[in-house]
């Protein structure tokens, strides 16, 4: 697929998205510069007119980073199982599973932040990579839809998790699980430097370091050689002898582990707590910024970027510009429902182009 079509038609989408979203605004009677330019205030992209003591624009910047972090780690999950032609939906209960054991293993013990820190990091990931090892071997095996087992590994998750945190580790007050201690934090928080108070994301350095990881494995290795075979025919793969049992299952430990990763980078990042009964949407929202980065990692970035922009700062334009803070869901929804349509668009004129010079020959 041509790489300058493919960024065509993505920033196609996107220009799409914001029209639409700008007539939809125009109709409710407000101004959809003045709202986009909201969007940007709440992220920290543009001053705003006051800030609160200890804060300003670079405050608001780190928090916009922080908040984005899990999302390239859960997008980057969903992109390695697909490259090997899986559909990892289950991203959000990896995330939930990880967060969890982190907590309680990590989260709740005194051990010195030096430690704890990246003992946080591994066991997120080393969850994440068992249940993603769960689904590939039953799909392997047993041939059973990802999607599926996903989906109910989700509410399985969810549930033995939110049992053992109303029964055990429950916060009286805010009926969530009780916060974890500093020194298992991924976030530090009101860092005061030049008497502005930041919380710095530790786990945005992780997630720089595995866009790029994740695009040599894909583009430099065997490895990545054969987990896109499969993707793309696994039984002209088994043929090639390439073992397609063994990429499957590998493709969803790695899948896991990023998941996993999006997992600790929330729960014990960019908050401190768990809340019963309820998967976070960046499991879900990460399919979203997945398709609309192609699934490349670089692309992932800067898609998660631009999203997460309209996601983070639809709380500051709601309370600026008078508008339902869900008009940012419905502008995130017309730029992927752009980017599946030009996705369909690119396979059609691909085959036809096909057809066209195999008539030729």
Same mark, same amino acid.
């Given at each position: 697929?041509?790489?300058?079509?493919?960024?065509?038609?993505?920033?196609?989408?996107?220009?799409?998205?914001?029209?639409?979203?700008?007539?939809?605004?125009?109709?409710?009677?407000?101004?959809?510069?003045?709202?986009?330019?909201?969007?940007?205030?709440?992220?920290?992209?543009?001053?705003?007119?006051?800030?609160?003591?200890?804060?300003?624009?670079?405050?608001?910047?780190?928090?916009? +980073?922080?908040?984005? #972090?899990?999302?390239?780690?859960?997008?980057?999950?969903?992109?390695?199982?697909?490259?090997?032609?899986?559909?990892?939906?289950?991203?959000?209960?990896?995330?939930?599973?990880?967060?969890? +054991?982190? #907590?309680?293993?990590?989260?709740?013990?005194?051990?010195?932040?030096?430690?704890?820190?990246?003992?946080?990091?591994?066991?997120?990931?080393?969850?994440?990579?068992?249940?993603?090892?769960?689904?590939?071997?039953?799909?392997?095996?047993?041939?059973?839809?990802?999607?599926?087992? #996903?989906?109910?590994?989700?509410?399985?998750?969810?549930?033995?998790?939110?049992?053992?945190?109303?029964?055990?580790?429950?916060?009286?007050?805010?009926?969530?699980?009780?916060? +974890?201690?500093?020194?298992?934090?991924?976030?530090?928080?009101?860092?005061?430097?030049?008497?502005?108070?930041?919380?710095?994301?530790?786990?945005?350095?992780?997630?720089?370091?595995?866009?790029?990881?994740?695009?040599?494995?894909?583009?430099?290795?065997?490895?990545?050689?054969?987990?896109?075979?499969?993707?793309?025919?696994?039984?002209?793969?088994?043929?090639?002898?390439?073992?397609?049992?063994?990429? +499957?299952?590998?493709?969803?430990?790695?899948?896991?582990?990023?998941?996993?990763?999006?997992?600790?980078?929330?729960?014990?990042?960019?908050?401190?707590?768990?809340?019963?009964?309820?998967?976070?949407?960046?499991?879900?929202?990460?399919?979203?910024?997945?398709?609309?980065?192609?699934?490349?990692?670089?692309?992932?970035?800067?898609?998660?970027?631009?999203?997460?922009?309209?996601?983070?700062?639809?709380?500051?334009?709601?309370?600026?510009?008078?508008?339902?803070?869900?008009?940012?869901?419905?502008?995130?929804?017309?730029?992927?429902?752009?980017?599946?349509?030009?996705?369909?668009?690119?396979?059609?004129?691909?085959?036809?182009?096909?057809?066209?010079?195999?008539? #030729?020959?």
């Amino acid at each position: 697929m041509n790489k300058n079509r493919v960024l065509r038609n993505a920033a196609i989408s996107i220009l799409v998205g914001l029209l639409v979203g700008a007539v939809i605004i125009l109709i409710l009677g407000k101004n959809p510069l003045t709202a986009y330019f909201n969007l940007l205030q709440g992220c920290g992209l543009a001053p705003k007119g006051k800030y609160a003591a200890g804060r300003g624009m670079l405050t608001d910047l780190c928090s916009y +980073i922080d908040f984005l #972090t899990p999302m390239i780690f859960a997008a980057l999950a969903v992109a390695v199982a697909m490259k090997a032609g899986l559909f990892n939906i289950g991203v959000a209960g990896q995330m939930l599973a990880a967060g969890f +054991i982190a #907590t309680i293993t990590i989260g709740y013990s005194a051990i010195p932040a030096g430690l704890a820190k990246p003992l946080v990091l591994l066991i997120g990931a080393a969850v994440g990579a068992a249940l993603g090892a769960i689904v590939g071997f039953l799909k392997y095996r047993f041939n059973i839809n990802e999607v599926v087992s #996903t989906i109910m590994f989700n509410y399985i998750v969810s549930y033995v998790v939110s049992f053992f945190i109303n029964t055990r580790y429950v916060d009286a007050v805010s009926r969530q699980s009780r916060n +974890i201690g500093e020194n298992a934090r991924l976030t530090l928080q009101n860092v005061l430097i030049a008497g502005y108070k930041f919380n710095i994301p530790l786990g945005f350095i992780v997630a720089l370091a595995a866009v790029f990881v994740v695009k040599f494995v894909m583009d430099r290795t065997v490895l990545g050689f054969e987990l896109k075979a499969v993707g793309l025919n696994n039984t002209a793969a088994r043929y090639a002898g390439i073992a397609v049992g063994r990429s +499957i299952v590998l493709s969803m430990v790695i899948s896991g582990a990023l998941a996993g990763l999006a997992g600790v980078t929330y729960y014990l990042g960019y908050f401190a707590s768990i809340q019963p009964r309820v998967l976070v949407s960046t499991g879900y929202d990460a399919i979203a910024v997945c398709l609309v980065g192609n699934s490349n990692p670089f692309g992932i970035l800067a898609s998660t970027l631009l999203l997460q922009i309209i996601s983070k700062g639809s709380t500051y334009m709601s309370s600026q510009s008078g508008l339902e803070s869900e008009i940012a869901s419905v502008i995130t929804a017309i730029i992927l429902l752009s980017t599946t349509i030009s996705v369909l668009y690119m396979e059609l004129f691909g085959k036809l182009r096909s057809k066209k010079g195999g008539k #030729t020959a």
